[in-house]
Structure formats: C-alpha cells, structure tokens
C-alpha cells in the first residue's frame, strides 16, 4: 500500500507539473489567435444555453459538436457521450482522489507517440479531471491528443 501511495504522488505531482506548463504554452498561442477557426466563429455568436466541444484527434482531423447545457453535468459524461453516438471507443482510469481521466478516444490511447488526452475550457486547461469539471453555460471544450511537452 505504501508503494502505491509513493506511486499515485509521483503520478500528481508530474500531471500538476505537465498541466502547469502546458497551460503556458496554451496560453501564449490561444493569445495569438491560435483556435480554430470553427470555433472562433461559434464564439462570436449568442449560444447562451450551450456547451460546444471540440474533439481534435490531429491536426487534420477536428470534430465539432454543440450541446444543450445541463446544471451539474460533468465534462466526462457529455464526452462520453459524444464518443457513444459517434461509435467512438471509449476508455477511462480512475485514480480515486485526483479523479477519473480518459485514457481513449476512438482509436487514440494514451501514451501513443508520447500523446495523451487533454481538455481546456474557454482556452484555459483546468487542473482538475474530467469528471469533477462541471460544464457551464457558453463554454468551449477543446480535447486535443497531443504529446507531452515534458
């Protein structure tokens, strides 16, 4: 049990440290004007009852969906949802306290080519999971498969 406690503080601690330098990378090219266009566009527009969420698998390949915005409803669970309607393979971990992250998107796994699935919410990356984020009227959702810059 000690070994795995050693283990889960190792994992918080580099995923505390990945997103805190990640979100200074995002920061300066979400600052440049780096979206993509389908969602600059959906921003400029009144969507006050949505939530709209992007899911990049690669540079080529980004999907857009719209959805109705629910009070308490979790980032994991539309994501979840989203991945069932389009016949999307599906995975998550739980990692009890530091909550559950998806490990598979459709055909992208964790850890291939050193990429793994992350989110930001209105061009800023939370630092918690998926399933403690809970969606607010007019965000903007944006999971990349990206490498990590570690």
């Not at 698998?57 to 539309?78: G, I």
């Not at 964790?110 to 009227?137: E, T």
């Amino acid at each position: 049990m000690n070994t795995f406690r050693k283990i889960l503080a190792v994992v918080i601690i580099f995923t505390a440290g990945y997103f805190l330098g990640q979100s200074q990378i995002i920061s300066q090219n979400f600052n440049s004007g780096a979206l993509p266009n389908n969602i600059q566009n959906i921003n400029q527009t009144n969507q006050s009852d949505k939530v709209l969420i992007s899911l990049a698998f690669d540079q080529n390949n980004t999907s857009l969906y719209s959805r109705d915005w629910q009070a308490n409803l979790s980032l994991l669970a539309v994501t979840k949802n989203l991945a069932e309607e389009n016949n999307l393979a599906f995975e998550i971990k739980d990692y009890a306290e530091m909550g559950v992250l998806i490990t598979q998107i459709g055909d992208k796994i964790n850890g291939q080519d050193n990429k793994y699935w992350q989110y930001w919410v209105n061009q800023q990356q939370p630092l918690i999971s998926a399933d403690k984020y809970i969606l607010q009227p007019q965000d903007i959702v944006e999971w990349k498969f990206e490498a990590s810059q570690m």
